[in-house]
């Protein structure tokens, strides 16, 4: 059972702490003994009953849920409590092994700071809520049997499924064919439907499919949601379509923004998907984005309402694209599917079950799969099916509420089938604003910190994982898929998952979310605030959460909100959040160091110049996030007293103090670029047995210093990354002893054989991303003695843009000798054709890789002729006859900078020699 839950509060890890104090290591006076064991026998029959009530949450009356609220509150107001006494006290913790204290500085510290009157007062409540237990009897009338969800061994196959699409053949046709008419002007194809249809599904299957063509000049999909936030989509746009200009936008109004992207798209061919739209105003500002050309380019916009779909038309008298429910036959095959890996292989016994199931879910293909994957965990039989199908509400009926309603139903007997702790972590993820990218590895992170892994369950980063991959499992949450042989980094939350998780979050005063909803009234005490979006009634908030800051666990502001709480004494806060807050100033977090319980701390502020140094007395930090601090020059020697920070990440500017870096013992994961003191930093990292690290990012003065040693050993050491800004001239010698090492991206002037050689004595590679930038003729073999396990590799072969070769270079060669790299299955290239012979990749023996499944070649053009660069796509195209099991894409970067012809460039080299062109700065 996890420490802090939905439906038990704080009340396990409570005892915990309880439990601890009343060991022999915390010499306790007798009376203040008497008052931890009251607590701990009183609290203990309590958690049984919490238990076994959040087991049967659907079936609790007004008189059960009062009762659960009330000892749910006081559980977390008794923990606060302890911790206080526990942090003055001087453990720090509820493990033993620190000084025990004399019995007159307990006495003193338990009257002096009105822990003993605070005890008293709470020692009341749980009196009062054990008496009203009593007389509503609730041991004896409420009680259900906590039922254990094993994880879906099927995930895999699951999540092949979904990729499966059903009935979407039709769609893709009607519409690609309404997009790719022999019209020039700039065309709108809008898809309008209620939630769950797939209106998303489609666009982007749309949008893939004529996007990889290639005649598109500028692509890009953004999503409007809700509540429009115009600057922060028409930056996205930006992202995608200039990538340069998008990063001198930081500080632009939306008027820059606008007359920006049309500059950028004017006299291009572009392809955008504007996905869900809410409001005719909006569309109207998100579409005087983009020129009115006669390039052929085309928009797709999504949207649940009729009246913004029409408006949407090109053509007055056009209709849009109208998303209907899914026919009886595709439902059946999309559920079956789902449940039996078949079309069709339905038992004869829950035909007729299975026949008013798929009559409830209404034709929407996200209620179908939800029910779906929730069935297929479950006993197939009648029984089980019926008592399923009776729990839910009426059929959808696609009409304003009623359709979402019908499934909001579904999705909330999804919701109550979850484990108590799964029920927790999806809840948390109501703190985040719609259609957001949420980077799993943080929200892994705040799910330990905030106390909802439990640890006797083992490592608390697996079970996080295991937990993200149940609520996927169970269609709650959705990961984001990258290109082939990328991990997944990001998940989404459906619009719908979310509209539920925010009302029973409000329900349960689990969080409280600004998002731009009129709040009259805030909770009494509010635990979790996630401000979204600013408001005029959001002040009340930040006036509520002053008043209570002794309760607040969790804050996550989002940079679109520009007024916070004053920090000082958030006593009970575990997750501080404020990335990307670039409004924030220093006095902001000056008083830092007096949260004491904070686990999570991440700031982002362009004004921030310095920490606090009593950010040393933040003991039970475990993450301290400072990646987007670009204006701190230095962290304060006091980090070195974080004795419990597993994880530091700091921005390229910011200087990591190289004294007492030993002290960090239990660190994990590093990420910096500088220090103070680079030898002294390598002395103490390579301090025997001390080094913990399994994930390291670094320059490459560091990276020389730590790895310049063949005896050097991380044993631990899992990824490391050398940031190219900071290039090394070679592979690291010292690095052939990472025996462990899974990723590696390295970027190095000159390699050699010997480079190599060190890069393939790496037994348990399965990541490698490599980058040359030095000129070499040398001949590189990659045989069968190395690279045994190497699933993907980036290679990287380019020159610095100031560079122009008197003439091309024939450049590094590289070669697959037969049996290489027998695992590898996906094959990046990034080349310029002024700097690899004509025939590289001809020579590089693509045909002796048998298991590749993906060759992407991007091909630079900067200062390149078109002659060469289309030499070299020749040379590429001949793999099609090599590989014909492997997909192949050829792409070009950096296209507007590409020479006119073979003049030019003896033009430009011609100023080189004759020292007129003069070099830039890198």
Same mark, same amino acid.
């Given at each position: 059972?996890?420490?802090?839950?939905?439906?038990?509060?704080?009340?396990?890890?409570?005892?915990?702490?309880?439990?601890?104090?009343?060991?022999?290591?915390?010499?306790?006076?007798?009376?203040?003994?008497?008052?931890?064991?009251?607590?701990?026998?009183?609290?203990?029959?309590?958690?049984?009953?919490?238990?076994?009530?959040?087991?049967?949450?659907?079936?609790?009356?007004?008189?059960?849920?009062?009762?659960?609220?009330?000892?749910?509150?006081?559980?977390?107001?008794?923990?606060?409590?302890?911790?206080?006494?526990?942090?003055?006290?001087?453990?720090?913790?509820?493990?033993?092994?620190?000084?025990?204290?004399?019995?007159?500085?307990?006495?003193?510290?338990?009257?002096?700071?009105?822990?003993?009157?605070?005890?008293?007062?709470?020692?009341?409540?749980?009196?009062?809520?054990?008496?009203?237990?009593?007389?509503?009897?609730?041991?004896?009338?409420?009680?259900?049997?906590?039922?254990?969800?094993?994880?879906?061994?099927?995930?895999?196959?699951?999540?092949?499924?979904?990729?499966?699409?059903?009935?979407?053949?039709?769609?893709?046709?009607?519409?690609?064919?309404?997009?790719?008419?022999?019209?020039?002007?700039?065309?709108?194809?809008?898809?309008?439907?209620?939630?769950?249809?797939?209106?998303?599904?489609?666009?982007?299957?749309?949008?893939?499919?004529?996007?990889?063509?290639?005649?598109?000049?500028?692509?890009?999909?953004?999503?409007?949601?809700?509540?429009?936030?115009?600057?922060?989509?028409?930056?996205?746009?930006?992202?995608?379509?200039?990538?340069?200009?998008?990063?001198?936008?930081?500080?632009?109004?939306?008027?820059?923004?606008?007359?920006?992207?049309?500059?950028?798209?004017?006299?291009?061919?572009?392809?955008?998907?504007?996905?869900?739209?809410?409001?005719?105003?909006?569309?109207?500002?998100?579409?005087?984005?983009?020129?009115?050309?006669?390039?052929?380019?085309?928009?797709?916009?999504?949207?649940?309402?009729?009246?913004?779909?029409?408006?949407?038309?090109?053509?007055?008298?056009?209709?849009?694209?109208?998303?209907?429910?899914?026919?009886?036959?595709?439902?059946?095959?999309?559920?079956?599917?789902?449940?039996?890996?078949?079309?069709?292989?339905?038992?004869?016994?829950?035909?007729?079950?299975?026949?008013?199931?798929?009559?409830?879910?209404?034709?929407?293909?996200?209620?179908?799969?939800?029910?779906?994957?929730?069935?297929?965990?479950?006993?197939?039989?009648?029984?089980?099916?019926?008592?399923?199908?009776?729990?839910?509400?009426?059929?959808?009926?696609?009409?304003?509420?009623?359709?979402?309603?019908?499934?909001?139903?579904?999705?909330?007997?999804?919701?109550?089938?979850?484990?108590?702790?799964?029920?927790?972590?999806?809840?948390?993820?109501?703190?985040?604003?719609?259609?957001?990218?949420?980077?799993?590895?943080?929200?892994?992170?705040?799910?330990?910190? *905030?106390?909802?892994?439990?640890?006797?369950?083992?490592?608390?980063?697996?079970?996080?994982?295991?937990?993200?991959?149940?609520?996927?499992?169970?269609?709650?949450?959705?990961?984001?898929?990258?290109?082939?042989?990328?991990?997944?980094?990001?998940?989404?939350?459906?619009?719908?998952?979310?509209?539920?998780?925010?009302?029973?979050?409000?329900?349960?005063?689990?969080?409280?979310?600004?998002?731009?909803?009129?709040?009259?009234?805030?909770?009494?005490?509010?635990?979790?605030?996630?401000?979204?979006?600013?408001?005029?009634?959001?002040?009340?908030?930040?006036?509520?959460?002053?008043?209570?800051?002794?309760?607040?666990?969790?804050?996550?502001?989002?940079?679109?909100?520009?007024?916070?709480?004053?920090?000082?004494?958030?006593?009970?806060?575990?997750?501080?959040?404020?990335?990307?807050?670039?409004?924030?100033?220093?006095?902001?977090?000056?008083?830092?160091?007096?949260?004491?319980?904070?686990?999570?701390?991440?700031?982002? %502020?362009?004004?921030?110049?310095?920490?606090?140094?009593?950010?040393?007395?933040?003991?039970?930090?475990?993450?301290?996030?400072?990646?987007?601090?670009?204006?701190?020059?230095?962290?304060?020697?006091?980090?070195?007293?974080?004795?419990?920070?597993?994880?530091?990440?700091?921005?390229?500017?910011?200087?990591?103090?190289?004294?007492?870096?030993?002290?960090?013992?239990?660190?994990?994961?590093?990420?910096?670029?500088?220090?103070?003191?680079?030898?002294?930093?390598?002395?103490?990292?390579? *301090?025997?047995?001390?080094?913990?690290?399994?994930?390291?990012?670094?320059? %490459?003065?560091?990276?020389?210093?730590?790895?310049?040693?063949?005896?050097?050993?991380?044993?631990?050491?899992?990824?490391?990354?050398?940031?190219?800004?900071?290039?090394? *001239?070679?592979?690291?010698?010292?690095?052939?002893?990472?025996?462990?090492?899974?990723?590696?991206?390295?970027?190095?002037?000159?390699?050699?054989?010997?480079?190599?050689?060190?890069?393939?004595?790496?037994?348990?590679?399965?990541?490698?991303?490599?980058?040359?930038? %030095?000129?070499?003729?040398?001949?590189?073999?990659?045989?069968?003695?190395?690279?045994?396990?190497?699933?993907?590799?980036?290679?990287?072969?380019?020159?610095?843009?100031?560079?122009?070769?008197?003439?091309?270079?024939?450049?590094?060669?590289?070669?697959?000798?037969?049996?290489?790299?027998?695992?590898?299955?996906?094959?990046?290239?990034?080349?310029?054709?002024?700097?690899?012979?004509?025939?590289?990749?001809?020579?590089?023996?693509?045909?002796?890789?048998?298991?590749?499944?993906?060759? *992407?070649?991007?091909?630079?053009?900067?200062?390149?002729?078109?002659?060469?660069?289309?030499?070299?796509?020749?040379?590429?195209?001949?793999?099609?006859?090599?590989?014909?099991?492997?997909?192949?894409?050829?792409?070009?970067?950096?296209?507007?900078?590409?020479?006119?012809?073979?003049?030019?460039?003896?033009?430009?080299?011609?100023?080189?020699?004759?020292?007129?062109?003069?070099?830039?700065?890198?």
């Amino acid at each position: 059972m996890a420490g802090v839950g939905v439906g038990t509060g704080a009340m396990n890890s409570l005892l915990g702490k309880l439990t601890a104090l009343l060991s022999d290591e915390y010499n306790l006076l007798k009376r203040v003994r008497k008052e931890i064991q009251f607590l701990e026998r009183e609290l203990s029959g309590m958690r049984v009953l919490l238990e076994r009530l959040a087991d049967m949450e659907e079936k609790l009356d007004g008189l059960a849920k009062g009762w659960r609220d009330r000892v749910r509150d006081l559980s977390y107001d008794i923990e606060d409590c302890i911790d206080r006494f526990m942090d003055r006290l001087g453990s720090g913790d509820a493990k033993p092994k620190f000084m025990k204290r004399t019995a007159r500085r307990l006495k003193t510290l338990w009257a002096r700071h009105d822990i003993a009157t605070q005890i008293k007062e709470l020692k009341t409540r749980v009196m009062e809520e054990s008496e009203r237990r009593g007389r509503y009897k609730l041991d004896e009338s409420y009680y259900g049997a906590t039922k254990t969800v094993e994880i879906d061994p099927r995930i895999t196959a699951i999540h092949e499924e979904v990729k499966g699409l059903v009935a979407m053949d039709g769609p893709m046709k009607h519409v690609i064919a309404l997009l790719m008419d022999e019209s020039k002007e700039l065309k709108v194809v809008p898809i309008v439907g209620s939630g769950g249809l797939g209106k998303t599904t489609l666009a982007m299957e749309v949008y893939r499919k004529i996007g990889l063509g290639g005649d598109f000049q500028c692509q890009a999909c953004v999503s409007v949601s809700r509540t429009l936030e115009l600057v922060k989509l028409l930056k996205d746009i930006l992202s995608q379509t200039d990538k340069d200009a998008y990063k001198e936008c930081q500080s632009w109004e939306k008027e820059q923004l606008i007359r920006e992207i049309k500059h950028i798209l004017t006299g291009k061919r572009y392809l955008i998907v504007i996905d869900d739209v809410w409001k005719e105003q909006d569309w109207k500002l998100v579409k005087a984005a983009f020129p009115e050309n006669n390039n052929g380019s085309r928009i797709i916009a999504t949207t649940r309402i009729t009246g913004v779909a029409k408006l949407c038309c090109s053509v007055s008298d056009e209709q849009p694209y109208q998303m209907a429910p899914l026919d009886d036959a595709d439902s059946r095959r999309l559920f079956f599917k789902r449940i039996f890996y078949s079309n069709d292989s339905c038992p004869c016994e829950l035909e007729e079950v299975s026949a008013r199931i798929l009559k409830k879910c209404g034709g929407l293909p996200l209620a179908i799969i939800t029910f779906a994957s929730l069935l297929a965990s479950k006993a197939h039989n009648k029984d089980e099916w019926e008592r399923l199908q009776d729990s839910i509400g009426t059929g959808s009926s696609f009409d304003n509420d009623g359709n979402l309603k019908g499934m909001k139903d579904i999705l909330l007997h999804s919701y109550l089938d979850l484990p108590h702790h799964l029920k927790t972590c999806l809840l948390y993820l109501c703190i985040y604003p719609e259609d957001s990218m949420i980077n799993i590895k943080l929200l892994k992170w705040k799910w330990i910190a *905030e106390g909802f892994i439990a640890t006797q369950w083992g490592s608390l980063d697996q079970v996080a994982h295991n937990c993200f991959n149940e609520l996927v499992n169970r269609n709650m949450i959705h990961p984001v898929y990258g290109n082939y042989g990328s991990s997944v980094k990001y998940c989404r939350v459906h619009d719908m998952v979310l509209d539920l998780i925010i009302s029973l979050s409000d329900e349960e005063n689990f969080a409280t979310v600004l998002n731009g909803r009129i709040c009259n009234s805030f909770p009494n005490k509010i635990r979790r605030l996630s401000m979204q979006s600013s408001g005029k009634g959001h002040k009340g908030a930040v006036d509520a959460i002053t008043e209570t800051t002794v309760h607040v666990r969790s804050l996550t502001v989002f940079m679109l909100h520009k007024q916070i709480p004053h920090l000082v004494d958030f006593h009970a806060l575990r997750v501080l959040d404020l990335e990307k807050c670039y409004w924030l100033e220093n006095k902001h977090v000056k008083h830092i160091g007096s949260s004491c319980q904070l686990r999570y701390l991440r700031i982002g %502020g362009f004004k921030i110049t310095e920490l606090p140094g009593e950010i040393g007395k933040l003991q039970h930090l475990e993450t301290l996030d400072l990646r987007d601090c670009d204006s701190l020059l230095r962290l304060p020697s006091t980090v070195a007293e974080l004795r419990k920070l597993l994880r530091l990440f700091v921005s390229r500017n910011t200087q990591l103090p190289a004294g007492g870096f030993w002290s960090l013992q239990a660190l994990e994961e590093l990420s910096f670029q500088e220090t103070d003191d680079p030898v002294r930093f390598a002395e103490e990292v390579n *301090e025997s047995g001390k080094c913990n690290l399994r994930y390291l990012r670094t320059g %490459g003065e560091i990276a020389k210093r730590l790895f310049c040693s063949p005896c050097c050993t991380y044993p631990c050491l899992q990824v490391l990354k050398i940031e190219s800004i900071f290039r090394v *001239e070679m592979v690291p010698r010292g690095m052939a002893s990472l025996k462990n090492l899974v990723k590696l991206c390295i970027w190095v002037k000159e390699f050699d054989k010997e480079g190599l050689q060190v890069l393939m004595g790496m037994p348990s590679l399965a990541h490698l991303e490599l980058g040359i930038i %030095g000129g070499s003729n040398e001949k590189l073999i990659i045989g069968t003695d190395g690279f045994k396990l190497l699933k993907v590799f980036y290679f990287h072969y380019l020159r610095p843009r100031f560079v122009v070769e008197v003439k091309p270079t024939g450049g590094l060669r590289l070669t697959f000798a037969p049996g290489a790299m027998q695992a590898l299955h996906y094959l990046r290239l990034d080349l310029n054709p002024m700097f690899v012979a004509s025939d590289f990749f001809e020579d590089l023996g693509v045909e002796h890789l048998p298991g590749l499944a993906q060759l *992407e070649v991007e091909i630079s053009c900067f200062r390149a002729t078109p002659r060469r660069v289309k030499a070299l796509e020749c040379s590429v195209e001949k793999a099609n006859n090599l590989l014909p099991k492997c997909r192949i894409r050829v792409s070009r970067a950096l296209e507007d900078y590409m020479l006119k012809d073979d003049k030019e460039w003896e033009e430009v080299v011609a100023n080189r020699i004759s020292g007129e062109e003069r070099r830039p700065e890198e």
